[in-house]
């Protein structure tokens, strides 16, 4: 192979890093937690990428999907994913063992305009099992705490057992700089003793809101957007501080496959996380 094909080579997007599973525990009957490290070290602690981000994960002779990196880049050397069993390449992920080779490659996206948000306050608001991209905005938020004003956290899953990492919200409201507040649709343990209800019952809870200091990130089931939106507005929070991620809109990271396109919209490229005012514009994104 001469130089210019070794260059070419090397610049392929669609060539994933090989990396190991480091960690791996579940997280609910479905959901599990991966741990993972590239396994050039050099390339594992300069991978760089922001809040809100998506990369490709491959299995050997079965393919690959987009999973949003549920870490945050201000802990680098490790990514942290979410998943969930749905499909082929999901379960041949949960078949994989500690210490198994996976293929890696991105990050994705915009992410959140982190940048943008410092010095303000930030409500974050999650529902069901869609909480991976949040976790990493909500952990950059609590690495960085003086650089944000009010951090407030709303979650809500439709049973005890279905709320993804229950422990370290529950950390959380032990916390004296931050609010979280938790509910459940219904509880079926008998021993939940927070709020029971979905997850807009939560908003009467939040201390006073000055809406033009206010960022409010949203990340949840497409059915809950249009209820938690017309709650946000109510508190006056500007459209363009509304911000939310469609993450499921990926197929295959670089605008190529046109799975994610609306209109001349691609949403691996040009989102995944977009602003009410946007969606105002292109109702089909949700």
Not at 148 to 154: D, I
Not at 212 to 230: E, H, N, Q, R, W
Not at 269 to 280: A, K, N, S
Request: with cysteine; net charge positive.
């Amino acid at each position: 192979m001469n130089a210019e094909h070794k260059s070419l080579e090397r610049k392929n997007p669609f060539t994933p890093e090989p990396a190991r599973i480091v960690r791996t525990y579940p997280l609910t009957d479905d959901v599990k937690f991966f741990q993972v490290r590239l396994v050039d070290m050099d390339k594992a602690l300069l991978f760089k990428y922001r809040p809100g981000q998506f990369a490709m994960i491959s299995v050997l002779g079965t393919g690959e999907a987009p999973f949003c990196i549920s870490s945050t880049p201000s802990r680098p050397g490790l990514l942290e994913f979410c998943i969930r069993k749905a499909g082929t390449v999901t379960g041949a992920l949960f078949k994989l063992k500690e210490n198994s080779l996976i293929g890696l490659r991105g990050p994705y996206g915009n992410g959140f305009p982190v940048d943008d948000m410092k010095n303000k306050d930030i409500i974050i608001v999650l529902g069901g099992l869609v909480v991976a991209p949040l976790r990493s905005v909500l952990l950059y938020c609590l690495d960085n705490r003086d650089q944000f004003g009010k951090v407030s956290v709303l979650y809500g899953a439709k049973r005890p057992a279905e709320m993804i990492f229950r422990e370290e919200y529950f950390s959380l409201k032990e916390r004296g700089d931050l609010e979280c507040h938790l509910t459940v649709d219904q509880d079926d343990t008998g021993t939940w003793k927070e709020n029971i209800g979905v997850v807009t019952t939560l908003f009467p809870r939040l201390k006073k809101v000055d809406p033009d200091a206010t960022y409010s990130l949203v990340c949840g089931p497409p059915v809950m957007y249009k209820f938690v939106i017309k709650e946000l507005l109510k508190l006056n929070i500007p459209k363009n501080q509304i911000l939310m991620t469609l993450e499921r809109r990926m197929k295959c990271g670089v605008g190529k496959c046109g799975h994610c396109a609306i209109d001349y919209i691609y949403t691996c490229l040009d989102g995944p996380v977009f602003t009410y005012w946007d969606v105002l514009h292109m109702r089909e994104l949700i």
